[in-house]
C-alpha cells in the first residue's frame, strides 16, 4: 500500500483522530504490544464511535508502520525490532544528511525562526517531563530542516524513519532518561543552520542521527572515531 503523509489532526474527524492518539501513544510506549490484536468493534465501543471511524484510525496507523491489517487476519500492532530499526535510522540518515545540504543552499527566511521554536517546544516538553510530545516536537524540526531541502516526495519517508526511531528508542530506555538532555542535543544543528556552515551542519545533523541509540561500532562506524 502506498505510504501517504500523515493526515493533520485538524483536518481528520475529531473521533478518528481522537483513536488514531490514543493508539498511537500506547503503541510508542509499549502498551499495546507487537503482536496484539486490535479489534474494530472492541475499539469503537471503547472509543464511542462506529467501526468505519475506528477504521480510519487503523489505516493512518498503518501508514506510519505501527500496526498491520491482514485481510481477514484482522489488524495487529507491528514489530519494533533492531534490525529493522537499524535500516531505518540508516535510511534516515542518508536522507537526511542529502537534505541538508540541499536546505543551507537557498534557506527559507522563516527557518531558523521555526527551528528555535520548534526547540523552545521541546524544552516545554521535557520540563512538563512529557517525552511523546517532545518525539512529536522532534519530528516536526527534523521535517521542518528538510522542508527547505525541496524534496517532498522523500518526506513520508523520512517520516516513517522518525516514527520507528523514536518507538524503538522509547522501547528500549531501561528508566527514566534526560530529556531535557534529549532536547537540547539540537542546539549545534540549529548553531550551524544560522552559522550557515553546511560542512558544521551536515556533521552536527551526522553525528545527531548517529548517536541517538547505541548500537555499537557496527552500525555507524564514523559516529565513533
Known sequence: MPHRPRRPAALRPAKSAAAFDALEREIMLGTLMPGEQLIELDLADRFGCSQGTVREALLQLQEEGLVHRRGHRGTQVSDCTADEAVELFRVRQSVECGGIVRALRQPSRTLLADLGALLEAMLEAARADDELRLAACDRDFHRRLFRD???????????????????????????????????????PIIDAVAAGDVAAASAALHHHIATIVDFGPNVFVEASQ
Open 149 to 187: 531541502a525541496g524534496l517532498p516526495a522523500l518526506d513520508p519517508i523520512l517520516h516513517r524513519c522518525l516514527i520507528h526511531n523514536h518507538r524503538f528508542k522509547i522501547s528500549r530506555s531501561a528508566g527514566p532518561r534526560d530529556l531535557m538532555a534529549t532536547a537540547l542535543r539540537h542546539r
